[in-house]
Structures are given as structure tokens and as C-alpha cells.
């Protein structure tokens, strides 16, 4: 089997200071990349005053090591300041490959009628905001070498809800549309981008309640791994997203059953409700791409079931301008 290696590669990691991103880092720069430690330094939740020491360490380590490294200490919530990050990785090093944004924050869980809107702004910050500016400084970049890989950090949260985490779970599932939308648009400029929602025992993990076996078989690296497959320039998906921890792996996917038409001129509240069994129904359910396929599967299903539809659909294919 061969190794996969990545001599000369540099890679951004946000939020490599402790836990996930850390082992990152030191899997990354163990296989020949160099590595910009990003991390604000501040508390579990995003308080406190930033701390330019958890980067700095992380980076020494990695030197000491025989890598190469970059010590970061940057808010990514700050588009200016990552644009400053990013341009100093381009002196170094030349050029940016890879981009990890593993930072985030968390709120302490509770009911949403006490939940903070203050704590949506602050995770939101991080986790969304963050995850744009670091992707979109370092496209320009990629677009120009015509090759790149993004990785998302996402969340079973994110994915399917967590009660009393409700904050944490929005901005998780914005970068679920997020991925979806830059693979797209990076399928014709070599830059593929994924998700990948861990499960590891870290500081962060105990503070949202996992389960303390979980420190003997969900280590950190074992998210690496997937993460590393996914940065490498043989990764062979792009707009996917999967859930990792322990050794295990599984794919994540938004589906849309085959849904059913309902005629215009009968349609109403009642024949909705009537028909909901046939809507539910996931017997041949598919998995759009993106929203475009979506949206064709829709029309495909109308030009189907109404010929005048179908008919207005053509012209308006015909005399749709030239991209």
C-alpha cells in the first residue's frame, strides 16, 4: 500500500492548538507538509483573553520533530486578520494546499427558551464566519494553481440535532450547505471540499457530554486519518460529508424521496394532507448533488405529470442564453 505523503504541501488547520486540530497538524507534518498552526488561544467557549501559546507550542513541536511549521495566532472571525494569516503562509511557503477549519466554540447547553442569542452570535463567529474567511482567502490561491483542498468540520448536531445545543447545531449545519455549494463551484477549478463531523474524546467533546469510555477507543487521531485521505491529492470525493470517530466511518447525505405531483386544479389543503403517505414514502429516494439537480428533478416531475408544463418547460430551454 502505498503511503500518502505530502512533501512540499503546506496545509492551513484552524483551531490547532488542543485536541482534533492538533493531531492534524502532527499527522499532516509527519508525512512531509508544512503546517499553519492556527489558533486564537482562548477558552472552550470562545471567552477569555487570546493566548498566542497553544499555536506557538503545537508549532515547536512540529519543528522539533524535523517538520516545518508557521505558528498563527489569529481571530478567524476577523476576515482582515485571516487575509494577514493567509499572506504570511504565502511568503513562507509559496503556496496554500490545504485548509482545515477545525475551530470552534461551544455554549453551555440548555433549553431554547434560555438559550443566549448572544451565544448564537459568538458560535456563529467561529464556526461559520471563520469557515468563509479562511475558505475564501486562501480560493483565490488554489483557483490560481488550479488545485486545492477544503475540509469542513461539521457535527452530528449539525446533522441531525442535539437537544439543548440547539446554537451549536445551526452554525454545524450551515457548513453542510456551505460544503455542498463551494464543491460545486470548485468541480471546474481542481479544489474539492468535504465535511467531516468527529467524535473524539477532547475538552471539548467532555463539555458537550461525551461519554468518558470514549476516551479508550475515540481518539483524536482517528479522525486524522479520514481527515488526511481527504487532503490528500488523491482524495476521490468532493461535496461529501461523512461521520468519523473510532474507527468508524459513514457517509452522511441529504435525500429527497421521489415526492409526488399533485394536480393544479384540485390541489388543496385536504387532497395535501390526503396525499402525505405518498410524499413521505422513501422507497427510490435519490441524493441530489446540489440544488440544481433538485431543481431539475422537480421540473422533470412536473414536465411529467402536466404537458403544458412540459411544453413551456422546452421553449424556455431553448431560448435560455448561452452561459
Request: charged fraction near 20%; charge should be neutral; include cysteine.
Amino acid at each position: 500500500m502505498t503511503t500518502l505523503r505530502f512533501d512540499n504541501q503546506v496545509a492551513l488547520i484552524t483551531g490547532a492548538g488542543r485536541g482534533i486540530g492538533r493531531e492534524h497538524a502532527r499527522l499532516l507534518a509527519s508525512r512531509g507538509a508544512h503546517i499553519v498552526v492556527n489558533d486564537y488561544g482562548v477558552g472552550l467557549r470562545g471567552s477569555e483573553r487570546s493566548d498566542p501559546s497553544l499555536a506557538d507550542a503545537v508549532a515547536r513541536g512540529i519543528e522539533a520533530a524535523g517538520g516545518s511549521s508557521l505558528s498563527a495566532c489569529c481571530d478567524i472571525g476577523d476576515a482582515a486578520a485571516v487575509q494577514t494569516m493567509v499572506n504570511r503562509a504565502l511568503e513562507r511557503f509559496g503556496r496554500l494546499d490545504v485548509v482545515i477549519h477545525n475551530a470552534s466554540v461551544y455554549a453551555p447547553p440548555s433549553g431554547f427558551a434560555e438559550a443566549s442569542a448572544e451565544h448564537l452570535e459568538r458560535i456563529l463567529r467561529v464556526n461559520v464566519t471563520g469557515g468563509w474567511n479562511v475558505a475564501q482567502a486562501a480560493w483565490g490561491s488554489m483557483t490560481a494553481r488550479g488545485y486545492g483542498r477544503i475540509i469542513m468540520t461539521g457535527s452530528g448536531a449539525g446533522f441531525f440535532g442535539r437537544r439543548k445545543d440547539h446554537a451549536y447545531g445551526i452554525a454545524k449545519s450551515a457548513l453542510m450547505a456551505f460544503t455542498k455549494g463551494l464543491a460545486t463551484e470548485g468541480a471546474e477549478l481542481g479544489i474539492k471540499v468535504n465535511l467531516v463531523a468527529p467524535i473524539a474524546f477532547t475538552d471539548h467533546a467532555k463539555l458537550q457530554g461525551i461519554p468518558p469510555l470514549m476516551e479508550r477507543f475515540a481518539l483524536p487521531v482517528h479522525v486524522s486519518n479520514l481527515v488526511a485521505v481527504l487532503a490528500h491529492e488523491s482524495c476521490p470525493v468532493s461535496g461529501e460529508m461523512f461521520h468519523c470517530g473510532g474507527g468508524f466511518i459513514s457517509r452522511v447525505f441529504v435525500g429527497e424521496t421521489p415526492g409526488t405531483v399533485f394536480p393544479a386544479a384540485s390541489m388543496s389543503p385536504e387532497a395535501v394532507l390526503a396525499g402525505m403517505e405518498r410524499v413521505m414514502e422513501d422507497k427510490g429516494a435519490c441524493i441530489p448533488a446540489n440544488s440544481d439537480r433538485s431543481g431539475a428533478r422537480v421540473s422533470a416531475a412536473l414536465a411529467a405529470a402536466n404537458p403544458d408544463f412540459a411544453e413551456a418547460l422546452a421553449v424556455a430551454k431553448r431560448d435560455r442564453p448561452a452561459r
